[in-house]
């Protein structure tokens, strides 16, 4: 199984990879979710070739899972900035 990160900043992460047995999968983990997802990994995004998507809990539902990655990914981020204001 290869696995490497491709993006990573002060909250989130996500990895992509090739498993033998799901083959290419993308995972979002978001730590100001650990205490909310079953494992207390942050896992709030899920997919596989193999079995699609398992776990979303990112709020976007579209059919190519890079799209839910870019727009999470630009939520969050907008999210820092506007916290960063009010402060």
């Known amino acids: 199984m290869s696995r490497k990160t491709i993006y990573q900043d002060?909250?989130?992460t996500v990895v992509s990879g090739d498993d033998h047995a799901v083959g290419k999968?993308?995972?979002i983990f978001d730590k100001e979710m650990e205490n909310e997802t079953p494992e207390g990994?942050?896992?709030v995004f899920d997919w596989s070739e193999k079995f699609g998507i398992e776990r979303n809990f990112t709020g976007y539902i579209y059919d190519e899972p890079q799209k839910v990655?870019?727009?999470y990914i630009n939520e969050c981020k907008e999210d820092?900035?506007?916290n960063i204001n009010l402060n």
């Open 10 to 12: 002060s909250r989130l």
């Open 80 to 82: 820092i900035r506007h």
């Open 25 to 27: 999968f993308l995972q």
């Open 69 to 71: 990655i870019d727009s």
């Open 41 to 43: 990994e942050g896992l």
